[in-house]
């Protein structure tokens, strides 16, 4: 039917001054014609609601009318989620709950045509927002609950998930008192599509609850998942040392260190040794820092194990820390990465300059390297000549090899000094006749 033959109706009732059948006329025409059809329609219903209605009237219409433009765009593309969530955002703020719950229901109904994780993170926060809306604005526990497990069971978990819903459902659940629902949904989670997510989330859960054993049991679980991630070892050894069992946290660091691959094996480290420390196992930190050497030479192991030598308070730790530096150079010369030698070099030179005497501080000078400018050429990325670029290098005293290129490089800056002597003295003649007087 014409929107024209609406809209003579509608104008026809009016004259009449029956505006509540005006107003069923207008509703039941925009519920039947097409929005492209019914700018006229629109148009005429505005006037009217202006002319006769309250504000609430006018604000119906309006609403409406963009109601009708978000139900336009979920038709032409239903898996328009941001449509959807605009629409739902629409009908939560002025319709009654049965109304948003259609909505809601419509929208999930879309679920996304490929099983791939990108194509379902919007897609899932209409579940989010749907279980939100029934436990906070509508207050249906029970409603919620099925929201959640309706979601959970749709997701395709062999192939994907989402923690995020398995957590918001055990938050809820907690929030209902309802713990044993918690714990299931959690440890079904971790059964079907165990991740790191959802392992501390649980463990988390259990140390609020000061459940210990259970978070013992979860550690050694999530181990058993991902053996090289260093932060739940060390994670699993600080929940040890706050329990008081130094033993079982320092056969959690053993059995960490222990492991073929690791994450952040650094991180591991530096974490034992710290613990390690505060025992005040002095013997203890100084085999770890044996032992780390063994695997990696880095210049900031060598420096951290001065350091701690040197914090010690003992007696004889000046020495000692010394000594690990003077080894620590004599381990370094064969190291390509002068720079790290130069750190080191640094490193020792700031302790001597507070603890040495001028003797010690003489030695390390003379170790120090020159800085020396070089030129080498540079390869463009398909292997042609690029030119030349600067460098700076350095040359240590201690390397034989470079014996030669110091002594050279000392001729060079002693003829450089004659040189500038010889041209003051041709710049002031005077001088030189004054001196000879004298």
């Known amino acids: ?47 009217f609601e202006k002319k006769f209605g309250d504000r609430r009237g006018i604000e119906d219409i309006i609403v409406s009318k963009r109601r009708f433009q978000y139900e336009e765009e979920v ?25 948003v719950r259609e909505v809601y229901e419509r929208a999930i109904a879309n679920v996304p045509p ?43 978990h062999k192939k994907f998930t989402f923690a995020k819903m398995w957590l918001l459902y055990a938050q809820f659940e907690i929030r209902q008192k309802n713990l044993p629902f918690a714990r299931r949904a959690l440890g079904t989670s971790i059964g079907k599509c165990p991740k790191n997510k959802l392992f501390k989330g649980y463990i988390e859960l259990e140390l609020q609850l000061r459940e210990f054993d259970r978070c013992r049991k979860l550690y050694e679980k999530f181990l058993e998942f991902g053996p090289e991630n260093c932060t739940s070892w060390i994670k699993f050894a600080e929940l040890e040392t706050i329990l008081g069992d130094i033993e ?23 974490s034992y040794i710290d613990f390690e420390i505060e025992q005040e196992e002095t013997e203890r930190t100084r085999n770890l820092y044996r032992r780390l050497l063994q695997r990696t030479q880095h210049v900031k192991v060598w420096i951290s194990f001065a350091q701690f030598e040197l914090s010690s308070g003992k007696e004889g730790s000046l020495a000692k820390c010394r000594q690990i530096y003077e080894e620590a150079n004599k381990t370094m010369r064969n190291c390509e990465e002068k720079e790290e030698r130069l750190m080191l070099l640094e490193s020792w030179r700031s302790f001597e300059d507070e603890f040495g005497t001028t003797s010690d501080k003489e030695r390390v000078d003379k170790l120090m390297p020159e800085k020396v400018k070089k030129r080498r050429k540079v ?6 000549d690029a030119g030349w670029e600067e460098y ?13 290129n110091l002594k ?20 002031d003649p005077d001088k030189d006749i004054d001196e000879s007087e004298s």
Do not use: C
Not at 81 to 87: L, M, R
Not at 130 to 149: F, I, N, S
């Open 114 to 156: 490929i099983q791939e994780k990108r194509h379902w993170k919007r897609y899932i926060y209409l579940w989010v927002n749907y279980a939100l809306y029934e436990e906070l604005e509508a207050k249906d526990p029970e409603r919620t609950r099925q929201v959640y497990q309706a979601s959970l069971e749709l997701i395709p």
């Open 75 to 99: 038709k032409a593309n239903p898996h328009n989620y941001d449509a959807w969530f605009d629409y739902l955002r629409l009908v939560e703020s002025d319709a009654e709950a049965e109304t």
């Open 408 to 427: 050279l490089l000392a001729m060079a800056k002693l003829w450089k000094k004659q040189q500038q002597e010889k041209e003051a003295a041709e710049q």
């Open 379 to 384: 390869q463009a990325d398909d292997g042609s």
């Open 392 to 404: 700076y290098d350095y040359i240590f005293p201690e390397d034989a090899a470079n014996q030669p």
């Open 248 to 270: 079982r946290a320092r056969a959690i660091y053993e059995l960490a260190i222990s492991q073929l691959r690791l994450d952040m094996p650094e991180v591991l480290w530096k």
């Open 1 to 47: 039917m014409d929107e024209r033959l609406y809209v003579a109706f509608a104008k026809f009732e009016e004259n009449q001054k029956e505006f509540e059948r005006v107003r069923v006329i207008y509703k039941y025409a925009l519920d039947r014609i097409s929005k492209q059809e019914a700018q006229e329609l629109f148009k005429n219903y505005t006037i």
